[in-house]
């Protein structure tokens, strides 16, 4: 805290004593600064000297030109369409998988639910990429969420969707680490979203669309507004979106959890149960009686197996031991869920949304006012708010309960009870209880998941010029926070329900439907028992972010033979918090109590582990320095050398909770002859545990995997004929614990680059500028977990060699398992319980890659004017050791110790692995003549390998590449008569031909691929 402490009273001393140095009249901001990111330029783009680039703080600096930033401007928003943040970032080729996203990975509150996009620069994973709003940071998103590439790691990222899309000015993305001059989390790059600060007149805008052939409908309203006067300005926008959802039913890859027909024609796969992902918890329970004094007998018929088990289905499965009804048996086996039986799984899909009903307003407000001719002070206001609605499968019963003996429907109830079976024997008076395992509620409907999000910002600010720096200093105040609620079942609700001896009581022993087996419930509970049992699980989260700053900067410090020397120096402190309030059910605070048993589990939400309440804080404390040196100027007539200018930066920053850590960084640009420049960088990053990888106690979290050693059984028994037919997917609670002690992760970047502008062009065919770039990261101290299915594919093994992995926590073997592995020569073992794990530093990461763009600007001709721009990544490498463990189990795969279909994360080469195409790339082109205007966007996607779905011979699902086109027509219409604005009519359509996501085993890549196809759509704008 004493590093923060002088910082702050560094920052305070700076701005008092800039303030009072004499000073001369700034020069007045440019009234429109889109006329400079219109101008031609080598990425595309020069700005004006007044406007800094992500990637430097000193303004006017020619080092601008050593850094790969991306920019895109008004003509190449329009192309794209988005009419959201997450668009927007998907639009960049050199974006990576977004984890966080409504289509993917969102059944469960333990995810960050609701209107949410993240942010990936380079594949290196959530959380590497800093997020700038008008050059400072922003809060992120309170929600975290289990998908880091190193197992189910909670991580927290910005929201791509609380970036506002009007009254965009540009939108900088620098494609090189910048820790040094912004911290942690720029280890990939940065991404700062520019805003309009000096707009004068008012913008309407509104726009409606939606995706052919389903429900998908979308609508858009926008302002923006702006006042000049004397002494400064205020401009405002606002938008508003809402959207209709995206139903399953409405696409074939997405109306069904059993996906196994669509891959019907590929004979490799055609028999892999992988694409079935209907879950084995149904409405078809999973109960048991204990057998203490023997199994219940029916005469000389046994109603259950040997350790107690049986079950309900329908007659047309076969195996009747009683019949309760026309359409239900109750039959002595254990559920069954594979092979002939796999159809009483219950699809997940029916009735759901793939993307939630949203409703979106993001307004933002900015203004600076001059107090003198050497003061202005300046502010901003931004509120974000979202509502969103999804419709999710029916919740499940994750833990055992006891079902009383007392219950009305009970076959094994009390004598008297009108549904206990006539004539058994081993059933005493008083009747058996049973326990459930293996459930869902499918009669209480569908789960309903209401998420609304809030995002705030505030800042003010005042700069100046003084000594020959332009300084400012801003106190910024932001908090994000969301609240997500859903429709849960109470454990201690559901068990007093159970308990009732009259027809009220719930009834898990009906069973579904007879004829729709896999979805549906044919003979519900009672209205008054679904009530009883229901409740509404809440989680509320939130981060803020306070933030002082001071920073300054000047472009000729002092003169060298090559130039001016420019300077930029700053301080900060900032204040983080993160808080996620779990619902009393889940916090551990009202655990469930078994009245049957006794036992006491954690949470007392059916459906949903248990996780204790997260607070962390930290305060962190920075200054940094930048210097901008230019050692070669032409009129220096250095041979083979026109130019030649460094970067040269550094960063310190003091964490209160970890320590401290400082990052250099130097850049060059080198400007051979006029037209062509090398570029190169060297720098080190870090990214600092987030507040929940530090502070979260153990967590539970429910988990499904492939019980390897059951797979084995099976196959060895005969059960079945391959290793990938197996489909002893188990759920079970992995147990994950956080780490006080973990390090921050580090990494080195190189990059290495050309720029050619061929100036032996004549003007009349317009400005072309190419650029290549080789890049390379490496990370050390990824924060990462082992991850389930390495810690059961490790059991698997040392089970077969005699011993056990200490980490995987089984039920002790009952009669049913032991006659399941009779004849195998494996020792019995029960169903796994938990595996656990926690927080580690794990290995490091190599990333490479190389990146290309084409641009190109046409003077006006008779023709119109035309504008083009091809960006593309191309990784080359994308390497993580994968450890003592994972290399055990490869060595024992090759040897034959473990079947050779065992799925693994052996691959020390990741491109291509579940994510991570090896080509990506997008392409605008626009063409402008008169009030006429067209506009086309292309986008590349590669192929990647989904390595948990593999063909007999362990060779992975290849999900294929995909390329995209977007097209735009409009029309501007001039208000001649002078009775309003000036109007625009624009009609586009997203994916012009139709092309479906390319096919998964889970019907398609939510990280990669938007769930529809083509999208139409017509916007009005008028401006006055």
Not at 229 to 244: A, I
Not at 380 to 400: A, C, H, K, M, W
Not at 796 to 819: C, E, K, T
Request: with cysteine; glycine share 10%; charged share 20%.
């Amino acid at each position: 805290m004493r590093g923060s402490t002088s910082a702050l009273l560094l920052a305070s001393t700076a701005i008092c004593l800039f303030a009072g140095l004499p000073a001369h009249a700034q020069d007045k901001a440019p009234t429109a600064q889109g006329d400079a990111a219109d101008s031609d330029g080598p990425d595309g783009d020069i700005l004006s000297s007044d406007i800094v680039v992500v990637g430097t703080r000193i303004e006017g600096a020619r080092v601008t030109e050593a850094l790969p930033v991306v920019v895109l401007d008004q003509d190449r928003i329009d192309a794209i369409g988005a009419v959201s943040g997450d668009e927007l970032i998907r639009s960049i080729p050199q974006m990576g998988d977004v984890s966080f996203n409504p289509g993917n990975n969102a059944q469960t509150s333990n995810a960050a639910r609701g209107d949410v996009g993240s942010v990936n620069l380079r594949s290196l994973g959530v959380g590497n990429t800093l997020v700038l709003l008008n050059g400072r940071r922003i809060v992120t998103h309170p929600a975290s969420q289990g998908l880091s590439d190193t197992g189910t790691v909670p991580v927290l990222s910005y929201n791509s969707n609380a970036i506002p899309t009007t009254g965009l000015q540009r939108f900088e993305v620098l494609l090189d680490g910048a820790a040094a001059l912004y911290g942690s989390d720029a280890v990939a790059g940065v991404v700062n979203t520019v805003l309009k600060d000096n707009y004068d007149g008012l913008r309407l805008q509104a726009q409606y669309g939606g995706a052919e052939g389903t429900h998908l409908r979308e609508f858009q309203g926008n302002i923006l507004a702006g006042k000049s006067f004397d002494r400064g300005n205020f401009t405002v926008s606002f938008e508003y979106t809402n959207r209709s959802a995206l139903r399953a039913e409405d696409q074939d890859f997405t109306a069904s959890a059993d996906l196994r027909p669509l891959f019907a024609d590929y004979p490799d796969f055609a028999d892999s149960t992988t694409p079935d992902g209907r879950a084995t918890r149904g409405t078809w329970p999973a109960l048991q009686v204990a057998v203490t004094g023997g199994r219940p007998r029916l005469g000389s018929t046994n109603m259950t197996t040997a350790a107690g088990a049986f079950t309900v289905r329908p007659p047309s499965f076969g195996g009747c031991t009683y019949q309760l009804s026309p359409d239900l048996c109750l039959v002595n086996t254990s559920l069954a869920t594979n092979n002939s039986f796999r159809d009483l799984r219950y699809d997940t899909a029916v009735g759901t949304t793939v993307m939630p009903q949203v409703k979106r307003y993001n307004g933002f407000a900015n203004g600076h006012y001059d107090l003198t001719d050497t003061l202005t002070l300046f502010g901003e206001f931004g509120y974000y708010y979202s509502d969103t609605l999804r419709g999710q499968p029916p919740v499940i019963n994750l833990n055992q309960i006891w079902i009383p003996a007392s219950n009305y429907y009970n076959p094994f109830g009390p004598v008297g009870s009108p549904n206990r079976i006539p004539g058994l024997t081993n059933v005493p008076d008083e009747g058996l209880p049973v326990r459930m395992t293996n459930y869902r509620f499918v009669d209480a409907g569908p789960q309903t998941v209401h998420v609304t999000g809030e995002q705030l910002r505030a800042l003010l600010g005042i700069r100046g010029e003084a000594a020959g720096f332009k300084w400012d200093s801003a106190f910024t105040y932001s908090e994000a926070s969301a609240h997500d609620s859903s429709f849960a079942v109470r454990s201690s609700a559901l068990q007093q329900s159970l308990a009732l001896s009259t027809p009220d009581a719930y009834n898990p022993f009906n069973g579904g439907c007879a004829t729709t087996t896999t979805y549906g419930d044919c003979t519900p509970s009672s209205q008054v028992a679904i009530d009883a049992i229901g409740f509404q699980l809440q989680r509320r989260s939130k981060t803020t972010l306070t933030m002082g700053d001071f920073r300054a900067s000047r472009p000729d410090l002092f003169k060298l033979p090559g130039g001016d020397v420019g300077m930029a120096f700053g301080v900060e402190v900032r204040r983080e918090t993160q808080r996620d309030d779990r619902d009393a059910a889940v916090d551990g605070s009202d655990p469930f109590v078994d009245m049957v048993s006794g036992a006491i589990t954690i949470s007392d939400a059916a459906a949903v582990s248990d996780n204790p309440d997260t607070y962390g804080k930290r305060t962190v404390a920075a200054g940094y320095a930048e210097l901008a040196v230019p050692l070669v100027s032409e009129d220096m007539n250095v041979p083979l050398m026109r130019r030649f200018d460094l970067q040269l930066a550094g960063r310190y920053e003091h964490y209160s909770d970890f320590g401290s850590v400082a990052r250099p960084k130097i850049a060059a640009a080198w400007d051979v002859f006029d037209g062509l420049r090398f570029r190169g960088s060297y720098s080190q990053g870090f990214r600092a545990p987030n507040l929940e990888q530090v502070n979260a106690v153990e967590y539970a979290r429910l988990a499904t995997s492939q019980d390897f050693l059951r797979c084995e059984v099976d196959l060895r028994a005969g059960r079945i004929d391959s290793f990938t037919a197996c489909g002893n997917n188990v759920g079970y609670s992995r147990r994950v614990s956080g780490n006080p002690d973990l390090k921050p992760e580090k990494s080195t970047n190189y990059n290495l680059g050309a720029v050619f502008e061929p100036t032996f062009l004549p003007a009349d065919l317009g400005h072309l500028t190419f650029t290549v770039d080789y890049w390379s990261i490496r990370q050390k101290g990824i924060v990462g977990i082992l991850g389930n299915d390495t810690a059961i594919a490790l059991d698997y093994l040392l089970r077969l060699q005699g011993s056990s992995n200490p980490n995987v926590v089984r039920d002790a073997a009952n009669a049913d398992d032991i006659a399941a592995f009779a004849g195998t020569g494996i020792a019995p073992v029960g169903s796994i319980l938990t595996v656990r794990d926690q927080f580690i530093n794990l290995l490091p990461q190599t990333v490479r890659g190389l990146d290309f763009a084409v641009y190109w600007r046409s003077p006006k001709t008779s023709i119109g004017k035309f504008d083009l721009a091809v960006n593309a990544t191309r990784l080359l490498k994308f390497s993580r050791a994968p450890g003592d463990a994972v290399d055990m189990l490869v060595a024992a795969r090759a040897a034959g110790d473990i079947n050779a279909a065992t799925p693994l994360p052996e691959t020390e080469d990741l491109i291509e692995a579940n994510g991570r195409p090896k080509w990506r790339g997008s392409a605008s082109l626009t063409w402008s003549l008169g009030q006429f205007q067209i506009g086309a966007f292309a986008r590349y996607t590669g192929a990647v390998d989904e390595t948990g779905f593999v063909d007999a011979d362990g060779n992975p699902w290849r999900v294929k590449s995909q390329l995209t086109a977007n097209l735009y027509a409009q029309v501007r219409i001039r208000d001649q008569a002078g009775i309003g604005g000036d109007m625009r009519w624009r009609v586009g359509v997203r994916n012009i031909v139709n092309k479906k996501p390319p096919l998964s085993s889970e019907g398609y890549l939510g990280s990669l691929y938007s769930p529809y196809g083509r999208y139409w759509y017509t916007s009005i704008t008028t401006e006055f």
